[in-house]
């Protein structure tokens, strides 16, 4: 018996479960739905013009941070060189 899950073609297993799995414009629809339940239960946040700023700020800083960070550890010099720690590949 066949399953879903089971090896296709390309060698590679593929699930039609999750979200991830969705069409995109599904996925988007979905999303929609759920920010506009917020909103009307009053339940959302509305970043003001000042705090959007404050948000942008602190990401490049972090980002700045983990440069620098990669920078010293001697990763930083080759952009052909990919590392497997997560958020330092470029």
């Not at 013009?49 to 990669?70: L, T, V, W």
Request: net charge positive; charged share 30%; glycine share 14%.
């Amino acid at each position: 018996m066949a399953s879903d899950n089971q090896d296709n073609e390309g060698g590679s297993k593929k699930s039609n479960r999750g979200f991830a799995s969705m069409d995109p414009q599904r996925q988007r629809e979905i999303a929609s739905e759920g920010g506009r339940a917020a909103h009307e239960k009053g339940t959302a946040h509305e970043f003001t013009s000042d705090e959007a700023r404050e948000a942008g700020r602190k990401g490049g800083m972090a980002r700045s941070a983990a440069n620098r960070a990669r920078k010293a550890a001697g990763q930083g010099g080759n952009p052909d060189r990919s590392s497997n720690e997560p958020g330092l590949n470029r």
